[in-house]
């Protein structure tokens, strides 16, 4: 299975899902589902949490930044998910498995796309969280800050 024609909408993950699939999860559905974060926002580095999810090599990441349509399912995931985080707030505390998400959403970001793209997802985080962005460990927000 190629993971650059998962990310151009046109093969299945290893779940049978599409990324419009993945795309029309509603919010119970995302906050619940462990296993698909690492699909439409793939590193270069084994997952710690589901094992046997992708990992880049050198070509995939050259492949995936060579293709326009990629990177533009890369962003519109990145939106999708943003808009998650700005419908639900009960991430807004000490410790939540959305703080690794969006450290991988920002590390995909920047590796894929551009800085550009990171950055202003970073910006999106920092500007929902707001007055609560005390509640968030100094840890964590270290993490997004260097990914």
Not at 59 to 85: H, M, P, T
Not at 107 to 115: E, S, T, Y
Request: charged share 25%.
């Amino acid at each position: 299975m190629s993971l650059l024609n998962f990310l151009e909408g046109n093969s299945a993950d290893v779940h049978d899902r599409y990324l419009k699939d993945i795309w029309s999860f509603a919010d119970n559905k995302i906050e619940s589902t462990h296993n698909f974060i690492q699909w439409i926002f793939p590193l270069g580095v084994p997952s710690a949490s589901v094992p046997g999810s992708p990992v880049l090599s050198k070509s995939d990441v050259d492949e995936i930044r060579r293709s326009e349509i990629a990177q533009e399912n890369i962003c519109k995931s990145a939106d999708w998910y943003g808009k998650f985080l700005e419908r639900n707030n009960f991430w807004m505390k000490g410790h939540d498995h959305n703080h690794l998400r969006i450290t991988r959403v920002i590390r995909c970001l920047r590796l894929l796309v551009d800085d550009d793209e990171a950055d202003a997802f970073s910006i999106e985080v920092y500007s929902l969280l707001g007055d609560k962005l005390s509640s968030i460990p100094l840890r964590t927000r270290a993490f997004w800050d260097e990914a």
